[in-house]
């Protein structure tokens, strides 16, 4: 019944418009402020790290994303209409992800250790001597881990779609979205167009198997012993329609992460910052201020 469940919802979610943003070009011009978004490429941890940036305020914030995400498929509403006075933005492809490629993606155990390591080290090298993260889905478990073992870089942090363990039952939910050739094609063709179909599948299938890994521990551990470790402001938001994860995950979250705020968005999904942006970006904002 569970997993005869879990593929409805990941129907439903695979069948949305638009799962996630359209591509920007790189050098497109932004809504506010009439700062462009720039598009470059530095050299972390022995890896040549894509990034895009827009904004010109003093406060950084880098954008993490999720599984084949890049800034480009993942945040396309955050770049072009949040505050680019008050906000430095960035928004990082990891490694084998996107434009950072090569090297092609794998999943060894420590994945998001590793993810959380050039994350810092790239917002490092670009010169913030402190920034705030906003992380979804995968970037997220990567934002709660950089914020854990990196507390005097990180100012405030923002996660949603995220989770700190892998139970069966997501596991089901990830066997559910192995097979790219059942996603939508509104939901495959961007990431089609970034990485063409094989490296696309070959990629969806490896994520599946790396991350079903941590179910096989007795907790199903990704990051729980490090959220009381994170000190900084944090705010995890879920969207109550999720299909992909499940509730319970960000109420853990939540509880472990002293005086941390929650916001259930009622008819929010997966892909809650894509389609209410608006609202999605004002709470942001709002909190990071």
């Known amino acids: 019944m569970a997993q005869r469940s879990a593929g409805r919802a990941l129907r439903a979610l695979l069948l949305q418009p638009q799962a996630r943003a359209a591509p920007l070009a790189p050098r497109g011009p932004a809504a506010s402020y009439g700062t462009s978004i720039t598009s470059a490429k530095i050299q972390v941890n022995g890896v040549h790290l894509h990034y895009?940036?827009?904004g010109e305020g003093s406060h950084a914030v880098l954008l993490l994303p999720g599984m084949l995400g890049s800034g480009q498929t993942d945040f396309g509403p955050q770049l072009k209409s949040m505050n680019k006075q008050l906000f430095t933005i960035v928004a990082w492809d990891p490694r084998g992800y996107g434009q950072s490629i090569p090297p092609s993606r794998d999943f060894p155990p420590d994945f998001f250790e590793r993810d959380a390591k050039d994350a810092v080290d790239l917002m490092q090298a670009l010169?913030?001597?402190?920034?705030?993260?906003?992380?979804?889905?995968?970037?997220?478990?990567?934002a709660l881990i950089a914020a854990a073992k990196y507390p005097t870089l990180i100012h405030k942090l923002v996660v949603w779609g995220a989770n700190a363990s892998v139970t069966q039952e997501d596991v089901r939910i990830y066997n559910g979205?192995?097979?790219v050739s059942k996603w939508s094609d509104k939901v495959?063709?961007?990431?089609?167009?970034?990485?063409?179909?094989?490296?696309?599948?070959?990629?969806?299938?490896?994520w599946v198997d790396g991350i079903s890994r941590f179910a096989e521990k007795s907790d199903g551990n990704i990051c729980q012993e490090l959220l009381p470790d994170i000190k900084c402001p944090t705010f995890i938001i879920h969207g109550e329609k999720d299909p992909l994860v499940p509730q319970a995950h960000a109420e853990y979250i939540h509880k472990h992460i002293k005086d941390s705020r929650l916001l259930l968005m009622p008819e929010g999904k997966h892909n809650l910052h894509l389609r209410f942006a608006e609202d999605f970006n004002r709470q942001v904002e709002d909190f990071l201020c």
């Open 52 to 54: 895009q940036r827009t």
């Open 127 to 142: 010169k913030f001597k402190k920034f705030s993260l906003l992380g979804w889905s995968d970037g997220g478990i990567t």
């Open 177 to 179: 979205i192995r097979d």
């Open 188 to 206: 495959k063709k961007p990431l089609e167009e970034m990485y063409g179909h094989s490296y696309f599948a070959k990629t969806c299938e490896a």
